[in-house]
Each structure stands twice: as structure tokens, then as C-alpha cells.
């Protein structure tokens, strides 16, 4: 299993649209092949910061889903609001604790 991090912080203006555009999204994203779990979370001290947590059964899984038009569609939307760009990180548990 491989799991994607993904930061993005915001303009603050832009925060309620991509909350709206991830909620009308998001079981899409989350239905799309090889995609077991997603979650959204907001930095507690910056309102405008947040990570997408998606779990992928392969790396192929994960690019599939990057190659698609449902991606291309979100991430160009999503993108024109950034503050700055967004950082990614594909990453396999080592230990559970």
C-alpha cells in the first residue's frame, strides 16, 4: 500500500472554494480504482493549510488516477487558488505503533 500526502496552502479568499470543489469530488476521488481511504485535514493553527491522506493499493494505482481526466479537471481547479505550490510525498508505513 502506498500512501500520498499531499500540502497545500491557500490564499485565504480561495479556502471555501476548494472545500466546496473537494466535497463535490471527493467520492469520486475516493471510488476511483485503487484508492482505500482518503481524508482532508486542516492545520489547527493555519486555516488555510491543508493535506489531502489518500491510501493506493499500488504506485500504478496512484498514477492512473494522476493521468485521469477526473484529476486533471480537480487539480486545475484546485491549483489557482494556491498561496504557494503544493508539496507531495508517496510514502509505505514502516512500523505501526
Known sequence: MLIRIVK???IPSQVAFFLALFDAHKHLIRNFEGCTHLD?????????LF????????????AQYRDSELFA???????????????????????EC
Open 8 to 10: 497545500m496552502q491557500f
Open 40 to 48: 482532508l485535514w486542516q492545520d489547527t493553527h493555519h486555516p488555510n
Open 51 to 62: 493535506f489531502t491522506h489518500s491510501h493506493w493499493q499500488s504506485e500504478q494505482h496512484l
Open 73 to 95: 479537471k480537480v487539480w486545475k481547479q484546485t491549483r489557482q487558488g494556491f498561496e504557494v505550490p503544493a508539496q507531495a510525498w508517496s510514502v509505505v508505513s514502516v512500523m
